[in-house]
């Protein structure tokens, strides 16, 4: 009689899958290192190079041997240049205390699901969303109940919905604005509604505010969820430093919530990572402190190719794409191509612009979307525009 072998692996690590955007990154790579040139719309970071004065404090700290071990939360003058900054950009009032800094802001959402998400616990999301966000939840024991938005309204994000999403199990509502991969901008009116429905009723709201500076808003409408006082005993916002200030490399996140949640967050980092590199901290400090101007130049640029990517993509044949309100990806549209000439779903078009056209872009249905591709206009004028010519002519080959 056969007998069956145990995986030698944890559940915990089995419910899980290998981020896929990563992965087309690495295939991407693959087909360089043989000398293949490239388009690359597939990365999800600025083509902007760090700001010198943020380099320049991470060399004086090697020079000046800033290179031991930290406390686990953040050195002092890190954790109040986060609450600093934040109550200037945004009018939120958090204290040093409440504060975290985290090897990127992905990993600030994952010691917060971790500190929050019990075994059988539900958790909101919408739909379509980042990658990551339904991997950890199923790690941390929870379950995902997905809220879906049309591409026909720009994929907004409606308090009603999501409050009738909420059940006795509902423990988080993750939120996402402006959202990868649809760059879609929850309106201010319906964000406050969820937070406040959420904090009515003892149900913690995480904020991933990785793009929060990327909304094309006139900056009056732009608005981070610290601005909601009255929930903050209910909220928990993962900020970044990799997007505003071009430090994706540099692993530099964060995270403001309660005192309590940010003590478990602490701890959890304190037994994951121990600390964050000394060095990364002390050029978050300069970011975080110095001049902030660059940050609406940036966004001016995404802006410029955020229309020409969508007016480009729209004059696809068959390919339609909703206006972003911010963040740097386009979600086009590409259902029409489903079914032809050997196409079966997303991921093959995607994998077929990769070999065939030379163009990297991720398979939407990695995002909860079987009917869109994504791509980041986060690239040189001249890197969109021949990438869009790529696209047309291998969509035109399909018809």
Same mark, same amino acid.
């Given at each position: ?63 000046? *041997?800033?290179?031991? &071990? ?5 050195? #002092?003058?890190?954790? !109040?240049?986060? $609450?600093? %900054?934040?109550? /200037? ?117 995480? *904020?991933?505010?990785? &793009? ?5 808003? #006139?900056?009056?409408? !732009?608005?981070? $969820?610290? %601005?909601?006082? /009255? ?169």
């Amino acid at each position: 009689m056969a007998t069956t072998v145990a995986s030698p692996f944890s559940d915990r690590v089995q419910r899980i899958e290998s981020s896929p955007t990563l992965l087309m990154t690495a295939e991407a790579a693959k087909m360089r290192a043989q000398g293949i040139h490239l388009t690359d719309l597939g990365a999800g970071e600025p083509f902007f190079n760090t700001p010198d004065h943020i380099k320049r404090a991470g060399i004086e700290a090697i020079e000046k *041997n800033f290179t031991r &071990y930290t406390g686990a939360a953040g050195i #002092p003058d890190l954790r !109040r240049a986060i $609450a600093e %900054r934040h109550r /200037a950009d945004w009018q939120s009032d958090y204290s040093p205390e409440e504060t975290i800094f985290t090897p990127g802001g992905k990993y600030g959402l994952f010691l917060a699901l971790q500190t929050l998400v019990q075994k059988g616990d539900e958790v909101v999301v919408a739909v379509p969303y980042w990658v990551s966000f339904p991997d950890m939840v199923r790690y941390a024991g929870g379950k995902c109940v997905f809220v879906e938005t049309e591409e026909a309204e720009g994929f907004q994000l409606h308090a009603a919905h999501v409050i009738d999403a909420i059940t006795p199990r509902t423990r988080v509502i993750i939120l996402n604005s402006p959202n990868n991969p649809t760059g879609a901008v929850i309106a201010p009116r319906e964000y406050e509604e969820i937070v406040m429905a959420a904090h009515k009723r003892g149900i913690f709201v995480i *904020n991933d505010e990785c &793009y929060v500076h990327l909304n094309y808003a #006139p900056a009056e409408q !732009r608005i981070s $969820a610290g %601005r909601f006082k /009255a929930a903050k005993d209910h909220m928990v916002l993962v900020g970044s430093l990799s997007k505003a200030y071009c430090m994706t490399g540099w692993r530099a996140g964060f995270a403001l919530g309660p005192k309590p949640v940010i003590e478990q967050m602490v701890k959890l980092q304190s037994q994951s990572t121990s600390s964050i590199c000394a060095i990364t901290q002390k050029a978050a400090v300069a970011a975080l402190t110095g001049p902030q101007e660059f940050i609406a130049e940036m966004r001016d640029t995404y802006r410029q190719l955020r229309d020409e990517c969508v007016a480009g993509l729209n004059a696809l044949p068959h390919v339609h794409c909703a206006m972003p309100g911010g963040a740097f990806y386009a979600f086009p549209n590409v259902s029409h191509y489903l079914g032809k000439n050997g196409i079966r779903s997303n991921t093959d078009i995607v994998q077929r612009l990769l070999r065939e056209a030379h163009v990297v872009t991720n398979a939407g249905d990695t995002f909860g979307s079987r009917e869109h591709i994504r791509l980041s206009y986060a690239v040189d004028q001249k890197t969109l525009q021949e990438a869009l010519k790529r696209m047309r002519a291998w969509f035109e080959q399909q018809l």
